[in-house]
């Protein structure tokens, strides 16, 4: 995922923090923003209904915050299906990070019905575009609330693209992330030592790189930008440069000034940083490329991620190491699999949560 850096908007001249015209600021206000956030993350009362369950479902990390899924209720059931209207043909041609999508929303909701008392039974269907089936038991009277750490941490995970603290991880916390991301035939490697963050960094650049030479890539992306809160309440979808760290503007002044500071040197100079300021990486290889490993890929992410909000630690995703296939070969080579496809590279460590990035409205994607 990529977003232009603040390096690149302060070296145009502009001060994109407070831009005005004749004394008149044309930052907007947030206040609306806000508020529609805190209304699509509060955690689930009372007795809900499974729209309630979609609602958090929607809450999981996706490409480009596309949302790329459509649910479909049938009486104490929920169906899963991927929207491929809705799909990033560049940078995700063959679906990869859809299924991966999917995967990481339907973690959510068996996370989200077992903090209930409700039991998940997940089914994934067969062909090409496989649907998820999930069963769900009746509340069960008296029953422990199950997994209560990483439903709590659903509507406070995102993905945080900003500089973290530096510090490590402990060995511990490691560990509880190791674990909640076992999923079978999906394996996990974690990077702790400079010398393997600083090579994996040399594949970021790489795919990076790649990827910024690709006008359709770019202009892929720079559809999937709001720029101003009005615009991301709008659509409710997409990426707000808010949720990057980056000043709120006007739409159309984003719009204008993107080709002109959106550069590669630029962005591999913060991809740099990130990585460096990080705690570790950690890499998530499928046991197959396809469709059913994908989804199973993003259930043992969800866990992962989750995990680590609980725990106070941000993640966030740096894929061109695995969305250009220029680099992903060698890549893997690299991870000692030579023969597999890796997933998803996902770094960690500690910062300020940034603000959190919207959704659209349930009844937009019930089928």
């Not at 190491?321 to 770094?347: K, T, Y």
């Amino acid at each position: 995922m990529t977003m232009l850096s603040r390096r690149t908007l302060v070296g145009t001249g502009l001060s994109l923090a407070a831009v005005g015209v004749a004394g008149y600021t044309l930052r907007p206000r947030m206040d609306g923003y806000l508020e529609e956030v805190a209304r699509q993350r509060r955690l689930l009362s009372g007795d809900p209904g499974l729209a309630a369950l979609v609602r958090m479902a929607t809450l999981a990390p996706n490409g480009h915050n596309t949302q790329p899924w459509k649910f479909r209720l049938a009486g104490q059931s929920v169906s899963i299906l991927p929207d491929t209207s809705r799909r990033t043909a560049v940078v995700d041609p063959d679906d990869h990070h859809l299924y991966v999508s999917l995967g990481c929303a339907t973690e959510n909701l068996v996370i989200a019905a077992a903090a209930l008392g409700r039991r998940g039974e997940v089914v994934i269907g067969a062909g090409a575009e496989p649907q998820i089936d999930i069963a769900l038991s009746a509340a069960q009277a008296g029953a422990q609330p199950a997994a209560q750490a990483l439903y709590q941490a659903i509507p406070q995970r995102q993905s945080t693209r900003a500089l973290y603290d530096g510090r490590p991880v402990s060995a511990g916390d490691l560990a509880l992330m190791e674990a909640a991301a076992r999923e079978e035939g999906v394996s996990v490697r974690v990077f702790t030592e400079a010398a393997d963050r600083d090579a994996i960094l040399d594949f970021v650049v790489a795919g990076n790189s790649a990827q910024m030479d690709d006008p359709a890539f770019v202009q892929e992306l720079a559809d999937w930008l709001r720029f101003s809160p009005a615009r991301a309440i709008e659509t409710g979808d997409g990426l707000f440069s808010a949720c990057s760290g980056y000043p709120v503007l006007p739409d159309w002044v984003g719009r204008r000034i993107f080709p002109a500071v959106f550069s590669k040197d630029a962005e591999n100079d913060k991809y740099r940083d990130q990585i460096r300021s990080s705690s570790g990486i950690a890499v998530f290889v499928g046991a197959r490329a396809d469709p059913r490993h994908w989804i199973s890929v993003g259930r043992s992410f969800e866990r992962f991620a989750l995990q680590a909000t609980a725990l106070g630690i941000r993640t966030a995703h740096l894929n061109q190491p695995v969305e250009a296939p220029s680099v992903r070969s060698d890549f893997a080579r690299w991870l000692g699999a030579p023969e597999a496809r890796p997933d998803l590279v996902i770094r960690f460590g500690r910062a300020p949560a940034l603000p959190m990035s919207l959704r659209r409205p349930v009844g937009s994607v019930l089928v």
